[in-house]
């Protein structure tokens, strides 16, 4: 079965610092990727994905994310945070066979201070 | 709001009760998943329907776990004879699968179950 390991539990930020979540899977298959986020009070909301093509994917509100696949890997980053990205990020993925189900990281909490 | 919406948002029972919560996913989707979130831990996948069809359901953590999409519309999750160690979020998502593997998951804000 694959799982999904996610580096810090917590990350805090000032604005306009630079970001990188880290992800990394275990399977050792095609697999499709995925980041989602959690704001404060809301529900789970995609952020990006990869399926296939280009290994750089860009997501919303200037999110992108590298799929490594030498790796296993698939970090998150942003250039510069806003304190309007305090949230909780997990890391998914879902093997590219047949049925699969999204497995997901634990997570990690992102404070980004003022 | 055309969103994936759950039903209660939270629930305090007592152990040994039994309960049932409700997703009503986005109209169109056909896909409904169940997945239980504890503190510190990501989403944990439980069961899945397409239609009214329950295709997956060998996450269900117990036999005390059961669901049921009965009109392919909405769902319940019931679960009977709680325990302290169900105390979690239960989380639901729906989906219309898209040409090829293209599948994208709405969720829902979840039912917040505490077991006292």
């Known amino acids: 079965a694959q799982s999904v390991s996610q580096h810090n539990h917590h990350v805090i930020l000032s604005e306009a610092a630079s970001l990188e979540l880290g992800c990394n899977y275990s399977y050792g298959g095609t697999v499709n990727l995925f980041w989602y986020v959690q704001y404060p009070g809301q529900h789970l909301q995609l952020l990006l994905k990869y399926f296939s093509g280009d290994p750089l994917v860009k997501g919303i509100k200037g999110f992108e994310a590298e799929f490594i696949k030498s790796k296993f890997s698939f970090n998150l980053r942003k250039p510069s945070v806003q304190w309007s990205d305090t949230a909780e990020y997990f890391c998914?993925?879902?093997?590219?066979?047949?049925?699969?189900?999204?497995?997901f990281g634990k997570g990690t909490m992102l404070l980004v201070s003022p | 709001d055309t969103g994936v919406s759950q039903d209660p948002r939270h629930k305090i029972t007592k152990r040994g009760q039994n309960v049932t919560f409700r997703c009503d996913p986005i109209s169109e989707h056909n896909r409904l998943y169940w997945y239980r979130q504890t503190l510190g831990q990501g989403p944990e996948f439980l069961t899945y329907?397409?239609?009214?069809?329950?295709?997956?359901k060998s996450r269900l953590l117990s036999d005390r776990f059961s669901a049921e999409r009965p009109k392919g519309s909405f769902s319940t999750l019931e679960i009977q004879r709680t325990e302290q160690g169900d105390s979690a979020m239960y989380l639901c998502?729906?989906?219309?699968?898209?040409?090829?593997?293209?599948?994208?998951?709405?969720f829902g804000s979840g039912t917040q179950l505490s077991v006292l």
């Open positions: 998502a729906s989906s219309s699968r898209g040409s090829g593997k293209d599948e994208k998951l709405f």
């Open positions: 329907f397409q239609n009214e069809a329950q295709l997956e």
């Open positions: 998914a993925v879902r093997m590219n066979s047949g049925y699969s189900t999204l497995t």
